[in-house]
């Protein structure tokens, strides 16, 4: 079974304060995914990378960063977090895009509150 | 672009009964629609995918069947159970990503 972990599972930041969301696989996929999901939205692609060291705008890029440091790891880092970026964060490993239509693999998410 | 509807936002049935989810969608390449599923505070998993134009696949009682002609691929169950309640995606393969529609909340009650 393919497995995503994130952490941390639950944060609580301040207005203006760092946030560093990270994601492992361990899948030895090249694709990795960054998703916020709010009611009424679904899966919002944030950014994505294709493998270590790239990183592409997904979606709604604004106010996030990213970082794929290596094939495993994945990391989203919001500079200044804002309330609006309260939310559920997914991160997702896999390769959709392959003519089989390969599965995406997600993480069980991370609850962030900014306060 | 390419994009996914999803009509319904939320669908509430009594066990037993029926359900359908519609899906639709645009694209300019050849499809390969998804459907995952949510449960309460859970990852998305992948529920079923599709196969060729008209065929239905099927996967834990739920099926689906990749309409060309009408840009389709609804998600249709024929008795639901109490544990089908959760949020259901229907996801389209782009290039690089999947497509995700907004999400159909599907409650059963007793």
């Known amino acids: 079974e393919a497995a995503v972990t994130q952490s941390p599972r639950n944060k609580v930041a301040v207005t203006g304060g760092k946030v560093t969301l990270s994601c492992n696989q361990t899948?030895?996929?090249?694709?990795m995914y960054w998703y916020r999901q709010d009611t009424g939205h679904g899966l919002r692609l944030i950014h994505y990378s294709y493998g270590a060291g790239s990183t592409e705008k997904g979606d709604i890029p604004d106010g996030y960063k990213a970082s794929r440091p290596s094939q495993e790891n994945f990391s989203l880092i919001l500079e200044l977090a804002t309330p609006s970026q309260t939310s559920v964060y997914f991160c997702a490993s896999g390769d959709p895009g392959q003519i089989s239509g390969n599965t995406l693999y997600f993480g069980e998410g991370s609850r962030l509150i900014v306060v | 672009g390419d994009s996914v509807t999803q009509t319904e936002g939320l669908v509430t049935l009594t066990k037993g009964l029926p359900v359908m989810l519609n899906c639709t969608y645009q694209?300019?390449?050849?499809?390969?629609l998804f459907w995952y599923v949510q449960h309460l505070n859970e990852a998305p998993k992948l529920l079923l995918k599709?196969?060729?134009?008209?065929k239905r696949t099927e996967h834990q009682g739920f099926y689906a069947t990749l309409h060309k002609s009408s840009s389709s691929f609804h998600l249709q169950k024929s008795s639901v159970q109490l544990s089908d309640s959760a949020l259901y995606f229907c996801?389209?393969?782009?290039?690089?990503?999947?497509?995700f529609g907004s999400g159909t909340q599907l409650t059963v009650m007793p």
């Open positions: 694209t300019t390449y050849s499809p390969f």
């Open positions: 599709s196969s060729t134009d008209n």
């Open positions: 996801a389209l393969r782009g290039s690089w990503q999947l497509i």
């Open positions: 899948n030895n996929h090249n694709n």
